[in-house]
């Protein structure tokens, strides 16, 4: 069965960095493009970025263009998000998932900005 | 491309039929996805495709369109499916999601 799971959600303070990890097991994740999408408190969800599934293009929402990088360990079945120059409106529920339909996700992870 | 959902909230009863509308700003072919959502859980997978049920959801969720004006169904209403609705358009970048329609107990 494919599971997705994240990890790396923390509070961080606002300007500062933080890098999330989705594992993937149960499919061959090589082969299948990738999204991160968020929730921020009693929102709706907001995608953010897709990667290809040989990691070699990514493509983002504007609100995180140029601050946020997506990227991929195909060998250890690892996506990654770095999060940069973060704001207090970064604050949410981050997931994975899996397919440009978003087939499978993940249970998420909390980040946190706030001084 | 914007999304849009309606609508936003309703009342249902165990048993009813319902009906949510999600419409694209441009022509997004059948590059549009459903998919539900209970408080504090991540979004569960029903269609893609438009019309295509996700393994393992029940047949009494259907979902029909292409081009700008999509509608996922449900037959007859159970406990389990009060809950946010959300449709997402993976046609081109930026994909996007409707604001969702949340379907409580009346």
């Known amino acids: 069965e494919a599971q997705l799971v994240e990890s790396g959600g923390n509070l961080v303070q606002p300007g500062g960095s933080l890098r999330l990890s989705c594992a993937a097991s149960g499919f061959t994740f090589s082969s299948f493009e990738m999204n991160w999408v968020r929730q921020a408190p009693g929102k709706g969800l907001e995608w953010l970025s897709y990667?290809?599934?040989?990691?070699?293009?990514?493509y983002y929402a504007d609100s995180v263009k140029g601050r946020f990088t997506m990227s991929r360990d195909n060998a250890k079945n690892l996506l990654y998000l770095q999060m940069n120059s973060l704001r207090a409106e970064d604050t949410a529920v981050y997931y994975c998932s899996k397919g440009y339909a978003g087939t499978v996700w993940g249970q998420g992870t909390l980040v946190t900005v706030s001084s | 491309i914007q999304m849009t959902q309606s609508p936003s909230s309703l009342s249902a009863s165990v048993g009813d039929r319902l009906t949510i509308t999600c419409r694209a700003s441009?022509?997004?072919?059948?590059?549009l996805a459903w998919f539900q959502q209970k408080p504090g859980k991540a979004p569960k997978s029903l269609i893609y495709?438009?019309?295509r049920l996700q393994s393992g959801v029940p047949a009494k969720f259907s979902g029909s369109g292409s081009g700008t004006d999509f509608t996922l169904t449900i037959s007859s209403l159970q406990p389990e499916d009060f809950a946010t609705y959300y449709c997402l358009q993976y046609d081109s970048y930026p994909f996007t999601f409707g604001p969702g329609t949340k379907v409580d107990i009346k």
């Open positions: 990667i290809t599934s040989s990691g070699s293009t990514a």
């Open positions: 495709g438009a019309s």
């Open positions: 441009h022509d997004i072919s059948d590059h």
